[in-house]
């Protein structure tokens, strides 16, 4: 027998904390239940750590920023990996047996963060006040979304509230390991990019002027290489003054501007639509957002099935929470099929959004009556082909952006020492 570290709750959602022998770690939670507690962490002693959540000290905490006027806003809006872990911790605690009411009483005393505190404790209310926990999880749709509240219903409706809970915890898991995957491939090529306009701009700035002043005294401007007057001569341009402020201020106001401007377009609905569809069309990165979609999508559509969620409301969420419009407008015209008797196959191979193998595996999953399986198989996949796509985009980007950021400011340095060496190599000669 092993021993086992452990974090567990007893009848009033105080922390008992201790180490206790067993086979496996399920032993140790039944034998933790039969004590009549309710454990939330068990680990093998020596293979990992436990983290106690605070105790009195966070209840002082709380009580301070109350105090400070600080207290969370209910209903706002919290990181996606704060609720994550709020939906994991509350279905531990219900599958250790906690009613609901206490188990959201025990969360919002030890909830750090004051926004998703107060919204605990709101709903908390709202649950004693008689009303389910997805009536009260809809008053606050700016945190919980209508995936959230219908599976959360469909599971209080099929009495298997704390399976669905695990099932959202890892649909939010593995969504947000997803788009974590696809910023770090969009962020890289900007961060480079921000980083060689710096240097340039830089040079051009502070570092260009004063050599070409030395040049000038020196007398020699009209034997410059023909790089380097270029590069004397953008560097004029940018701190020439036309319009009060030099030309480098006007394009740095051009470029936030225009940046504004076009965020703001594309916030409209035929702005949207327009660059929604080029995402799915760039070379390179619109193949791994096509493939983004299509996993966020099946698992969507397959996690709301699966947890009992009628077909036609989960394609309704599905087409929600799609992230891109040209993709919801595929969903809708599913929707509209499945809801005039069709087959959900037809549509989708119509819409030129859903590649050959995800209509056969869909074709298969409805013949088979094992849609929602199949729906998350096909998830797993495109995952796995999102996390290759963005792995080989990371190693052939790393390179080619280097060589870029090696040009750009090679060729300023280039153009500096190239009449240098040629002055040096004159008075060597003289």
């Known amino acids: 027998m092993a021993n086992f570290q452990y974090i567990a709750l007893d009848s009033k959602g105080e922390q008992k904390t ?35 959540t605070p105790g009195k000290k966070g209840k002082k ?15 706002g809006k919290v990181k996606p990996k704060i609720l994550m872990i709020f939906t994991r911790q509350l279905a531990t605690l219900i599958d250790s047996g906690l009613p609901l009411l206490r188990g959201l009483t025990v969360l919002g005393k030890q909830e750090p963060n004051p926004v998703l505190q107060a919204t605990i404790n709101n709903i908390g209310e709202s649950v004693q006040g008689g009303s389910t926990f997805s009536e009260s999880l809809g008053q606050h749709p700016k945190m919980f979304n ?12 099929g009495g298997v509230l704390e399976v669905v809970l695990t099932r959202l915890a890892e649909y939010q898991e593995k969504a947000h390991k997803l788009k974590g995957k696809i910023v770090s491939a969009m962020v890289y090529p900007l961060i480079v990019m921000f980083i060689a306009v710096a240097i340039m701009s830089f040079l051009m700035l502070f570092i260009v002027p004063k050599f070409r ?29 036309p319009l009060v402020l030099p030309n480098a201020v006007w394009i740095l106001f051009i470029a936030v501007g225009g940046w504004t401007a076009f965020g703001a377009w594309a916030r409209t609905v035929k702005g949207r639509s327009i660059v929604d569809g080029l995402k799915l069309k760039i070379p390179i990165f619109g193949d791994i957002q ?17 947890s009992g ?11 929600d929470t799609a992230g891109n419009v040209v993709v919801a407008e595929a969903i809708d015209k599913v929707h509209d099929a499945v809801k005039e ?39 797993d996949v495109y995952d796995d082909e999102v996390d290759g796509a963005v792995t080989a985009l990371t190693s052939i980007l790393e390179p080619i952006m280097i060589v870029i950021l090696a040009l750009v400011v090679g060729a300023i340095v280039f153009a500096l020492f190239l009449p240098l060496i040629s002055v040096i190599q004159k008075m060597q000669g003289g």
């Open 290 to 306: 096509r493939k983004s979609a299509i996993a966020r999508f099946s698992r969507t559509l397959g996690t709301l099935v699966t």
């Open 146 to 157: 209508k995936l959230y509240v219908n599976m959360v219903k469909a599971g209080e409706l």
């Open 213 to 241: 002043d030395m040049f000038r005294d020196m007398g020699d401007g009209a034997q410059l290489p023909l790089i380097s007057r270029v590069v004397f001569g953008f560097s004029d341009w940018m701190l020439a003054r």
């Open 341 to 379: 008797g069709e087959s959900i196959v037809t549509p989708m191979t119509g819409s030129g959004i859903f590649p050959n193998l995800v209509v056969s595996m869909v074709d298969v999953g409805e013949e088979t009556g094992q849609l929602p399986e199949m729906l998350l198989k096909i998830a």
């Open 61 to 75: 905490r709380t009580k301070r920023k109350a105090k400070g006027g600080k207290a969370g806003k209910v209903g």
């Open 18 to 52: 201790g180490v206790k022998q067993g086979n496996s770690d399920a032993e140790v939670i039944q034998a933790l239940r039969g004590e009549g507690l309710y454990p939330t962490q068990v680990v093998p002693e020596g293979q990992g750590t436990i983290a106690p």
């Open 309 to 319: 969620v009628p077909i036609l409301q989960a394609l309704n969420i599905t087409r």
